[in-house]
């Protein structure tokens, strides 16, 4: 009985049945992927900066710097003397060091001279081929491999900077001999080729004597050495340390307010399905007063009116919850597919994230049913059937 009556209910106020899912919808799904995304990409940028304690670069700006050499998303400012580096790696607060050199691209994908152990560093591991033998050896990551279609045996040019178009190095052909599994890290946008590589590229270009290198990736010994070695190297050398870990949450930070913006619309759309829910509601009740007291008359409990009335409130809820459900999954996918390769988006959290939102809305819903709940409840049974 309650289910047939409530379908006839919302398809005789179809129109702002309608506007009420389509407000609320949109608060959910806006909702849910602000609050998962901010999760996921915090989670993502930690995963990219896993081991690496700090970077080690040319003096300039630490945020910069974490972008250029471990998201490989800008720019470097400069390169440091391989010399520098090694001395570093016999500090007695440094575990491990792997000094890289930046500056090429193919296809978009930016061209890493660096140790066969930086593959080793990201544990990655060869899905074919082997790993670079001799200088202009190259493993392509798993996504330039898909993107750039080359096959192992097969050679490309490397050119100048990441923007297409730039310097190609003709004379310096790279040859691939391996290819990278999948590892959900940015290692899977890099080509990895040796040291020399770079400096064969770009030999008579640096206008220095001794070899170069853009940054090295440094694992500190202890939690300790974070609070020392930092600003001994800051303050006491040429270089510049930066702690990745601090620099993401800095940059994320600074898209704190874009964040509170979103949420506050989202807020906003669903305060507004809620209140089109509650003024349909109220409109509903005083519409059907008499058909509400003939049900009373023939013995209808109240709890019986009561559930139609709350459930035409829930399946606004409902129905939104389900549209909003398709339009999270769709941007999900669009976005780790094209936006942000190689997020990973962790769906558990996104279900209680959904969970609790939908519960909040559900929540809001129902107390925004209460007042037409109580007015129905008062109605005036002799009054109305005297009307008819």
């Not at 999760?39 to 945020?63: F, N, Y």
């Not at 491999?145 to 045996?153: D, S, V």
Request: charged share 15%; net charge positive.
């Amino acid at each position: 009985m309650i289910i047939r009556l409530l379908s006839k209910n919302i398809l005789y106020s179809l129109w702002s049945f309608s506007l009420a899912v389509l407000l609320c919808s949109l608060g959910i799904a806006s909702t849910i992927s602000i609050l998962w995304l901010q999760t996921s990409l915090e989670a993502h940028a930690a995963r990219q900066a896993k081991g690496i304690d700090l970077v080690i670069g040319a003096k300039g700006s630490g945020v910069q710097t974490t972008l250029a050499a471990v998201y490989h998303a800008d720019v470097p400012s400069g390169n440091i003397s391989l010399a520098s580096i090694e001395q570093l790696a016999k500090h007695p607060m440094v575990a491990r060091v792997e000094p890289i050199s930046l500056g090429d691209s193919v296809a978009g994908a930016r061209i890493v001279g660096a140790h066969n152990s930086f593959i080793d560093f990201y544990e990655a591991r060869l899905a074919l081929g082997a790993l670079p033998a001799q200088p202009m050896d190259a493993v392509l990551g798993a996504r330039v491999a898909a993107r750039t279609k080359l096959a192992i045996g097969e050679r490309f040019v490397g050119n100048h900077g990441l923007a297409a178009g730039g310097e190609a190095h003709d004379s310096h052909p790279y040859a691939v001999v391996g290819v990278l599994a999948p590892t959900g890290r940015v290692i899977d946008d890099l080509v990895i080729t040796p040291l020399a590589s770079v400096w064969l590229a770009h030999e008579g270009h640096t206008g220095s004597t001794e070899p170069e290198v853009t940054f090295a990736l440094v694992s500190l010994a202890s939690p300790i050495a974070m609070a020392t070695l930092p600003r001994f190297i800051n303050t006491q050398t040429n270089l510049q340390a930066s702690a990745p870990a601090i620099e993401s949450a800095r940059l994320l930070a600074n898209f704190g307010w874009v964040s509170t913006i979103v949420k506050g619309f989202a807020a906003a759309l669903i305060l507004s399905a809620l209140l089109a829910t509650f003024a349909a509601l109220a409109q509903a009740v005083e519409r059907r007063q008499i058909d509400i007291a003939l049900m009373r008359a023939m013995g209808v409990p109240r709890l019986r009116i009561g559930l139609l009335l709350v459930s035409e409130t829930l399946a606004t809820v409902l129905v939104s919850t389900l549209i909003a459900a398709a339009m999270v999954l769709l941007g999900a996918l669009w976005l780790r597919g094209h936006a942000l390769p190689g997020l990973v988006l962790d769906w558990r959290v996104g279900g209680v994230i959904a969970l609790a939102c939908v519960t909040m809305a559900a929540l809001l819903a129902f107390i925004a049913a209460l007042p037409c709940l109580w007015r129905a409840y008062r109605i005036d049974v002799a009054a109305q059937l005297s009307r008819a």
